[in-house]
């Protein structure tokens, strides 16, 4: 009978171990560039989130983690990033200050100027791997201070391709892939994190599906999660002009996706909330129809295994 109860704990114990290993995706951040509540906002809700630490959101980012080769990985380096490190660590429980790498979508405010935490006034890091697209490296390569953080090899840029992976580990790729958005200073791409059973996509930020020459229907389809530009729940939400700043709202995204089955709906997760969207502002009206028309709403801490 020892014998057997020794078996079953041995069992347990690998099996425990074996689950412990799978690589995973956590949310690091689920706002908009300028967080939530933004600088300068007035409103009632952006007064009672100055108010209220729990009301406020970092700003949107993923991490990467692969237990087996203890690695952790950052898309998006954003204002938050001392925050979000500590984060990090907390979940990963390692106390070290290494990062494997820096994943970035593209140059507005919320998704690479974290980086300046890396250089000589902060962190002072060596080395760390920044991954970017041709005209994004080209940025942070010509333009003070993100020079600086390069010529001091704070940080160590890679160029990325469209649509061309990156190996990380024997059983995880990462693939960047170009999206429409406003480009003034970069690219701005996706990523498609891949594992050897899973597939996770990360867009933050992109303009109306519809400039998109992808199916965002046969990308849920190929896909397990995906993290999407949530910025916007409907349109009049803010007090200019919405079509300067044409991100998908969550309401068409819901109804491009509604003619799927709830199985394939189920792997989508908005994430990058602006201040005004009352899915960040807790509204339980749009929160239950989001849940209801079987749709998820990213949060802080949250894990996605691959």
Known sequence: MRHIAATILLLLSLAAISAGAVPYVVVLGVGQ???????????????????????????????????????????????????????LKAITVDRSNTISGIFLTHAHI???????????????????????????????ETN?????LVSLHNIKLTQLSDKVPVRLSDH?????????HRDEFSETVGYRIRSGEKTL???????????????LAELVRSSDYLLIDGTFYADGEINRPMNEVPHPFVSETMNI???????????????????????????RKQISEVERKGFHIARRGMKLYL
């Not at 919320?110 to 760390?128: A, F, N, Q």
């Not at 995880?172 to 429409?180: A, D, G, M, Q």
């Not at 990360?202 to 109306?208: G, S, T, V």
Request: net charge neutral; proline share 9%.
């Open 110 to 140: 919320g998704h690479y100027t974290g980086l300046m935490y890396l250089g000589r006034e902060s962190m002072g890091s060596k080395e760390v791997p920044v991954f970017a697209m041709p005209r994004m490296k080209q940025m942070l």
């Open 257 to 283: 996706l509604s003619e799927l089955p709830a199985r394939e709906r189920s792997k989508v997760y908005f994430i990058h909330f602006n201040h005004s969207n009352p899915l960040v502002q807790g509204s």
């Open 172 to 180: 995880i790729s990462v693939e960047p892939f170009l999206v429409p």
């Open 144 to 148: 003070a201070p993100w020079s600086q």
């Open 33 to 87: 560039d300028a967080g939530v509540p933004q600088m300068g906002c007035e409103t009632p809700f952006c007064r009672r989130a100055w108010n209220d630490k729990s009301l406020r959101q970092n700003v949107s980012s993923i991490a990467l983690v692969d237990p087996d080769t203890k690695s952790r990985w950052i898309f998006d380096a954003t204002p938050d990033l001392p925050e979000q490190f500590e984060l």
């Open 201 to 215: 996509i990360f867009i933050p930020d992109i303009d109306k599906w519809q400039k998109w020459a992808t199916s």
